[in-house]
């Protein structure tokens, strides 16, 4: 069992910065990802880390504005957030990928979530 949990999310101003934190308890060190959704919309790829930390994909649409990693213990994924849009705007989750150690860009692909942190970009 994995526990998800994510912290972080706000109200910001086009052109902000937020960080987003994904704490994992109960067996942990897998391939992490962040995904978000907005209202109406399906659930969409951001970015996605190696247990390993050797590995990071990134969507075309925040590559360059947002950054992932995770901390040695391998139990916190953080999500760094620049240059924010409103197009950002959304409710985003972490993933947590238990079948392998591949950062898939694939909700499928992982088992667990966290119940997401809203993100609210304002023009």
């Known amino acids: 069992q994995v526990q998800l949990v994510e912290s972080g999310g706000g109200l910001v101003q086009a052109g902000g910065s937020l960080r987003l934190s994904c704490v994992a308890s109960?067996?942990?060190?897998?391939?992490m990802g962040w995904f978000r959704q907005a209202p109406g919309k399906e659930r969409e790829f951001v970015a996605a880390?190696?247990?390993?930390?050797?590995?990071?994909y990134y969507a075309d649409s925040v590559k360059g504005r947002f950054t992932i990693s995770r901390d040695n213990a391998k139990t916190t994924v953080v999500l760094q957030m620049n240059s924010l849009k409103p197009e950002d705007t959304a409710v985003y989750h972490c993933a947590a990928n238990v079948l392998n150690d591949y950062p898939s860009t694939r909700p499928s692909q992982y088992t667990y979530w966290g119940q997401g942190t809203q993100v609210t970009v304002s023009s």
């Open positions: 109960g067996r942990t060190g897998y391939a």
């Open positions: 880390i190696r247990r390993s930390d050797t590995t990071k």
